[in-house]
Structure formats: C-alpha cells, structure tokens
C-alpha cells in the first residue's frame, strides 16, 4: 500500500469518527431538547395547578339566629333544610362590619364568602340541631375572587376581581387571622359548577371510570376474540388479508370520526342515550379494537410454535391449544396492549364531545346511565372559563389526568414484568 493510499484511508476515517461523533451529539442534544420541553411543560402545569389544591377560608362568629332562621332547634328536618340560612351568613357578615350601611355595599360585601357558605351552616344545623340559638366560630369558604386575592394578589400580582373596598375588607380579616388556606377536599369530592371554589373533578372522574370501564368490558373481548380466530384460525385468503389491512387502517383513522360513528349509530339508530358512560364506553372501544387485536395478535404470535407442536403431540384439539397454552402464555403481551389502548381512549375528547358528554353536569355519576363528562372534556370547559380560578383548576385537572395515565402505563409495565415469560 502506498503512502498516497494510505494517507486517503486516514483522511477517510477520520471523516467517518467525525461524523460519527457529531451524530452522537446530534442524538445526545435532540433527547435533552425533548426532557426540557418535558420538564418545561410540567413545570408550567404544576406551577399553575398546585394552588388549587389549597383553598382560602374565613372564621366567622356565627350566632345561629332562630329569628333570622325562621325555624327552633326542635324543628323537623325538613324544616331546618329549608331555614334561611342565606339570610344568616349575611347577617354575620354585616355584623362583622357595621360601618357598611348602603344595600350597595352590603352586597359586595356579601361577596367576600361564598354561596356554598349558607349550605355548610345548613349541614352543620342539620347534623347537629342544637347549634341553632347557639354561637359557633366557624371556617367558612371565600369567593373565589377573594381566594385569588389572598394566595396572589398581596404580592402585587393583578388577580381576581376585587374592589377597593373588598380589599380593605379582606386586609381587615387577614389582619385579625380571620383568612388562612387549608387543604382543598372539595377539589375531589365535588362535581362541577359554574362557581370556581366549589368546583371539583369528583363527577368528571367517575365519568372517566364508568367510560373505561364500559370500554375495556368491550373492546379486550372482542379484541382479544378477533386476534386469536386471525391468528389461529382463519384461512389465508384474500378475505382475511382484506380485513387485516383495514384493522391496520382502523388504528389511523382520526379519533373524531368514531364520534361521527357513534352520533350516527348508537345515538340516533339505536337510541342510547347522549352524554351518558355507556355510550362514551362504546364509542371509545370502537377506537381502542384495533389497538387491543394488533397488540394481541402480536402476543399470539410471539408463542414459540414449540408450546402448539407439544399439546397437538400429546392429544389436545386446536381449541385446547389455543385455550389451555397459547392464550394464558400471550395474555400479559395483550393486557398490556389493551391498558395502553384505554389509556389512549382515557385523553380522548373529540370523540367524546360528538356524543354529548361535553355537557355541564353537576351530580356526579352513579352508573353507566347517568349523564357524566369526562377529564379530557373537563379540562376543556374549565380551560374556556374567564375566571382566574378556573386556570389553577384546569391544571389541577390535567395534573390529575396525567397522574391516571401514569398509572395505567405503569400498570402496563409491570403486569408485563410480573406475567411474562421469557423464552
């Protein structure tokens, strides 16, 4: 080999680490771009989600007027239930500050707390009915401008809407350690509502539950049905083919048109009610089947032929093959593949929001028949209310939902190492 060869072999190769090294780097700097778009957009989230989990509350010394109640302690239920309670936390509020004089100002001022204040002293009379002619110092729920304005505003952010003389007020309180925050239960054990502090994700999770629910009862039998007769059973022709392709095509098709299908069919065919779990569910396994036989034909066929050869040796039928081996060994491939799938379905909403269930539903569910939203469609209603406080619960939301979609991948992830066997 000449000098001149030998000199152009170098040249080469260094070119060619060269180039190798500036693809790693190229690799190296695309994932970090990736992790800090990541950790960016959850930062945004958490930051803007976490204060909903805290929620601004004001001590009030409530005296439990039977006068201003209209009713005694030794009144029925039924009478107590319907006492004027609105009347008596408003009472308290122009007690607690008698230099408010004008109709004007008293109802801004009866915005300080919020209108689920008269049904927390009305729970309180109910449960306990002696509390009437009695004075009690009680915690309860700010309006949400006031929430705003005690966990943002003092910073000298611009939040909320609250005037002047709502601030002065709120200063006052704080500076008699009538405010604090406490943890926000009402975020998880409340439905909707078009007030932002009482408003909670309770309705919208039950509906995402009997949705799922209703999806996998439907989507991993069939599915799971579909894979093994393809896989098992069917001929090879061109019937067979014809269907392959389009379940191949099915997992492509845009999630919105499966909404257009279940409008059509389920709704206005067969009369299922709109906005309810049970038409969501069937709408959702439609769009999770192919999902589920793609990931379960491929469970199937990752079975060595060995486990098929060796129960056809000793006797058993194509039936008992399939049931009594092949199916328990492929079934972690295709619980994985079939969580995976309602995972997908979990943060769909155009779908969803073709059926129906984009609609404003207070009592959460219980059951598949009773109206119900969805997270992804919460987030979505929340996200277009012009309220501060509805921003930090739009986030709150999204952080619930990706705490359920983390969930199910983990699941997923661990059912396969847990039933999997290695060949």
Not at 211 to 222: K, N, R, W
Not at 271 to 287: A, N, Q, T, Y
Not at 363 to 375: E, F, I, M, N, Y
Request: glycine content about 8%.
């Amino acid at each position: 080999m000449t000098d001149s060869v030998r000199k152009t072999v170098r040249d080469n190769l260094k070119k060619r680490y060269r180039a190798e090294r500036y693809f790693r780097w190229f690799g190296v700097i695309s994932v970090g771009f990736g992790l800090l778009c990541l950790v960016a957009l959850f930062g945004d989230i958490f930051s803007k989600g976490i204060g909903a989990f805290r929620q601004t509350a004001v001590e009030l010394e409530v005296f439990f007027d039977p006068d201003v109640l209209g009713v005694s302690a030794s009144a029925e239920e039924a009478k107590i239930r319907t006492a004027n309670f609105d009347g008596l936390y408003k009472a308290v509020l122009r007690e607690r500050f008698p230099e408010v004089t004008t109709r004007g100002d008293r109802r801004v001022l009866y915005r300080l707390l919020s209108t689920e204040a008269a049904f927390d002293l009305q729970a309180l009379s109910m449960a306990n009915p002696d509390l009437i002619g009695q004075t009690r110092k009680i915690w309860l729920l700010a309006d949400d401008d006031v929430d705003m304005y005690f966990k943002y505003g003092r910073s000298g952010e611009q939040v909320g809407r609250l005037s002047e003389a709502q601030q002065a007020w709120a200063e006052q309180l704080i500076a008699q350690g009538a405010v604090k925050t406490r943890f926000n239960t009402g975020l998880f054990t409340n439905g909707d509502s078009r007030d932002p502090e009482i408003a909670g994700v309770k309705g919208a999770v039950l509906g995402s539950l009997f949705t799922l629910m209703v999806t996998f009862l439907i989507s991993f039998p069939v599915g799971v049905a579909a894979a093994i007769y393809l896989e098992e059973f069917a001929p090879k022709n061109k019937l067979t083919d014809f269907i392959e392709v389009n379940i191949n095509n099915l997992a492509a098709v845009p999630s919105i048109i499966f909404g257009l299908l279940g409008l059509a069919v389920f709704i206005n065919y067969f009369g299922v009610p709109r906005s309810v779990p049970l038409v969501g569910g069937l709408v959702l396994s439609l769009m999770t089947l192919p999902t589920v036989i793609i990931s379960s034909r491929a469970s199937i066929t990752a079975v060595p032929p060995s486990i098929r050869e060796a129960a056809l040796g000793i006797g058993a039928s194509k039936v008992q093959v399939v049931l009594h081996h092949v199916l328990p060994l492929a079934m972690p491939g295709m619980l994985t593949g079939a969580i995976i799938g309602m995972a997908r379905a979990l943060g769909e909403t155009a779908p969803l929001l073709m059926i129906g269930m984009v609609a404003f539903i207070i009592d959460p569910p219980s059951g598949v028949l009773d109206p119900a939203t969805v997270l992804p469609v919460q987030i979505y209603l929340w996200a277009d209310s012009a309220e501060r406080a509805f921003t930090e619960r739009t986030s709150a939301a999204i952080m619930v939902l990706l705490v359920f979609l983390i969930v199910m991948n983990g699941l997923a992830v661990w059912l396969r190492s847990r039933l999997e066997t290695r060949w």
